[in-house]
Nanobody, 121 residues
Framework: QVQLVESGGGSVQAGGSLRLSCAAS??????MGWFRQAPGKEREFVAR????????YYADSVKGRFAISRDNAKNTVYLQMNSLKPEDTAVYYC????????????????WGQGTQVTVSS
């Protein structure tokens, strides 16, 4: 049974940092990504990393501030978020699949339950 379990969300002031973790169980995936959904908005792509080549890709809105990484031995992916802004406030979701260039929600097969990130000004 596949499970994705996120952790690390919380509240922080603008300019602060948080690190999210997503532990996968049940199988490994060619790609894992992070998405976020703010109230009243659609879920949007944040970052993606491939399992084999550690290739990364970011949304323009987070490029240079966020960093995605993974630990193969732990089957875990991380999202280091620096220089956080109030507009980064959202529920952050971990996603997993086998499409190594996926940026759309429908391209990912499995999803975590989400973790809240709140950035105050």
């Amino acid at each position: 049974q596949v499970q994705l379990v996120e952790s690390g969300g919380g509240s922080v002031q603008a300019g602060g940092s948080l690190r999210l973790s997503c532990a996968a169980s049940g199988r490994t995936f060619n790609a894992m990504g992070w998405f976020r959904q703010a109230p009243g908005k659609e879920r949007e792509f944040v970052a993606r990393i491939t399992w084999r080549w550690r290739s990364t890709y970011y949304a323009d809105s987070v490029k240079g501030r966020f960093a995605i990484s993974r630990d193969n031995a732990k089957n875990t992916v991380y999202l280091q978020m620096n220089s956080l802004k109030p507009e980064d406030t959202a529920v952050y979701y971990c996603a997993a699949g086998d499409n190594t260039i996926a940026t759309m929600t429908w391209e990912y097969e499995y999803w975590g339950q989400g973790t809240q990130v709140t950035v105050s000004s």
